[in-house]
């Protein structure tokens, strides 16, 4: 069965710390990984990562993937309360044809940015 | 461009009716994801559909069904509703045939009493 793993769950930091958000995955081929931003609504959309070390980037996010040891690293920068979130890890992955439309997700890490 | 749209946003049923959700998705996409998120199980996926076929399917029971139009409009359909099913629902559409990037929708909150 696919499996997504966050770490940690949950995280307090102040204005302007960088943090780093762990996903780990154990699916049957892989295809993509997604980070999403939650907060009292839908999930929106952040990143699509397919490539082994090819790191993305959007303003003070990035994140990058590494295949061969299935994980996926979240880095913010000079984090704002804006910050403040649940960031969701998901994963595409089956074969022939069953992983369509199939996001499997990670329990998410809740960030909190104090002032 | 317009975002994916559910309707209704709330909904309170009582336990044994039935219910039904719809979702726009993006205009061009095709493909429409279903999940249910809950406290306690977080996001899980319920089906997928792609020209109104159903190419997916998630670990939830017969009660739980779906059907797409030729618009790519979505309905998911969850009958003989139970206390367990309070969640909110989200629909994702998706332009590539692979469905890798989905977008969500605002989500129907469903409370079940």
């Known amino acids: 069965e696919d499996k997504v793993v966050q770490s940690p769950l949950s995280l307090v930091v102040h204005e302007g710390d960088t943090v780093t958000l762990n996903c780990s995955y154990e699916v049957t081929n892989f295809r993509s990984l997604l980070w999403y931003k939650q907060e009292k609504k839908a999930p929106t959309f952040l990143f699509m990562l397919?490539?082994?070390?090819i790191e993305k980037k959007s303003g003070r996010l990035s994140s990058i993937l590494d295949k061969k040891e299935l994980f996926s690293i979240l880095n913010i920068t000079a984090t704002q309360t804006g910050d403040s979130a649940v960031y969701l890890c998901?994963?595409?992955?089956?074969?022939?044809?069953?992983?369509?439309?199939?996001?499997?997700f990670g329990q998410g890490t809740i960030l909190t940015v104090h002032p | 461009k317009a975002g994916v749209t559910q309707t209704p946003r709330y909904l309170i049923k009582t336990r044994g009716q039935q219910v039904t959700l719809s979702c726009s998705p993006i205009s061009g996409h095709r493909s429409v994801s279903w999940y249910q998120q809950t406290p306690g199980q977080g996001l899980q996926f319920l089906f997928e559909y792609f020209s109104e076929t159903q190419r997916n399917k998630g670990n939830f029971p017969g009660r739980f069904s779906g059907r797409q139009f030729s618009n790519s409009r979505s309905e998911m359909n969850v009958s003989t509703l139970e206390l367990g099913d309070s969640a909110l629902y989200l629909c994702?559409?998706?332009?590539?045939?692979?469905?890798?990037?989905?977008?969500f929708g605002p989500g129907t909150r469903l409370t079940v009493t």
């Open positions: 397919t490539s082994s070390g």
């Open positions: 994702a559409s998706s332009s590539v045939r692979n469905s890798y990037e989905q977008y």
């Open positions: 998901a994963v595409l992955g089956g074969a022939g044809g069953t992983s369509y439309g199939k996001l499997t």
